[in-house]
């Protein structure tokens, strides 16, 4: 593979000395870029965009012509591995995500099978080995999945949810049952994610969006756990060795998590990305009393796009400011792009982010 021009993301993870704050933004691929709403329309579908890797590489590169961003992240859905399990996802306009056949039984869960990610979900690492070479060593390309909690409620669910009473009544009425549902995925998510790096993914992230939902408790039980498990099996490489492409830096990102930072940081990962809810000064005072440097990544309200950009340039100062100097902070939004954010105000984020931020890392 080509030597890595841009590497600020990955020392950023791993907390080490950078010139600048690195800024990705999740969804940076997405609805808000006319050229991805037209390759949409191409493809017929959201899925079968996702299922023909040329495709797949050419949305993943869209953001990287429009701004000048410090990492890619491949283009896909958290839902690759329940699709691969059988319960028959489709996507529909204004709706979201719909599983023909969720989750209703004990035996439901028993029949799922453990899909093979370089069979059933081969599009997904043909989908790393084309845009890594189509990459050319620009910036970092980054893997991910879905946590086993987030990826559990849409098979229970059959789809988005606003007030997730199946999965919680499962959880109360037939814990052992959700168990069982739970290390299936994870090790079908351990599994997939290592056929990520060993594709090419450099830096890998494990996306809890519904973990926020859960009593302290039941996270532990129910997320966290799932989490620690999938961490413990990913083949990551070396983290004292002098070339930084030869570790892959993991991030755990639990919406609605700020509460579980000290335990997040326990389970061996190297960053954790928090929400907009979190104070980062008093997050990284936290994270201050663990063992092993960790970093943050976040926390801007996507909502602040929809502002002027003198309110855009504040909002970055008070990121900024709240992370204060030094490494071990990446610049990103708290959750995914709006689909209508305005793209000169995305384009002025970026450029603001990469300007202000230098004078926090000076020497």
Avoid at 121 to 134: E, G, K, P, Q, S
Wanted: with cysteine; proline share 6%; hydrophobic share 40%.
């Amino acid at each position: 593979m080509t030597m890595l021009q841009n590497d600020r993301y990955l020392r950023a993870l791993r907390c080490q000395i950078v010139d600048r704050t690195p800024i990705w933004m999740m969804r940076q691929a997405g609805r808000y870029l006319p050229e991805y709403r037209a390759l949409r329309a191409q493809a017929g579908s959201f899925m079968n965009l996702c299922q023909h890797p040329e495709l797949t590489c050419e949305v993943t590169l869209q953001p990287l012509r429009r701004f000048p961003l410090d990492a890619a992240i491949i283009f896909s859905d958290i839902l690759t591995i329940p699709d691969a399990m059988g319960l028959g996802l489709t996507f529909t306009a204004g709706e979201g995500p719909h599983f023909a056949r969720p989750i209703t039984s004990a035996r439901d869960i028993q029949a799922l099978p453990i899909p093979d990610p370089e069979l059933e979900l081969t599009y997904v690492m043909d989908a790393i080995r084309t845009t890594r070479r189509a990459l050319q060593g620009q910036v970092p390309l980054i893997g991910f999945s879905g946590s086993p909690w987030t990826l559990a409620t849409y098979m229970i669910e059959g789809g988005s949810s606003k007030t997730f009473s199946k999965i919680k009544k499962l959880m109360y009425a037939e814990p052992a049952q959700l168990h069982q549902l739970l290390a299936k995925l994870a090790q079908s998510v351990t599994l997939y994610l290592n056929a990520q790096i060993q594709a090419g993914a450099q830096s890998i992230m494990i996306f809890d969006t519904w973990g926020g939902l859960l009593s302290h408790e039941s996270y532990r039980q129910f997320s966290l756990a799932y989490m620690q498990q999938i961490i413990d099996g990913l083949t990551r490489g070396n983290p004292d060795s002098t070339q930084i492409t030869d570790y892959t830096p993991v991030t755990l990102f639990t919406k609605g998590g700020g509460l579980w930072l000290p335990q997040l940081a326990a389970t061996g990962c190297d960053a954790i990305g928090v929400d907009w809810t979190v104070d980062l000064t008093q997050a990284r005072a936290t994270l201050a009393q663990v063992d092993k440097p960790i970093a943050l990544q976040g926390n801007l309200d996507p909502a602040v796009l929809y502002a002027t950009p003198d309110v855009i340039d504040q909002q970055v100062d008070k990121v900024l400011a709240e992370y204060g100097y030094g490494s071990g902070h990446v610049f990103n939004l708290g959750h995914g792009i709006m689909q209508d954010a305005p793209i000169e105000h995305v384009k002025h984020l970026v450029d603001t982010v990469q300007q202000k931020s230098k004078r926090y890392h000076q020497s």
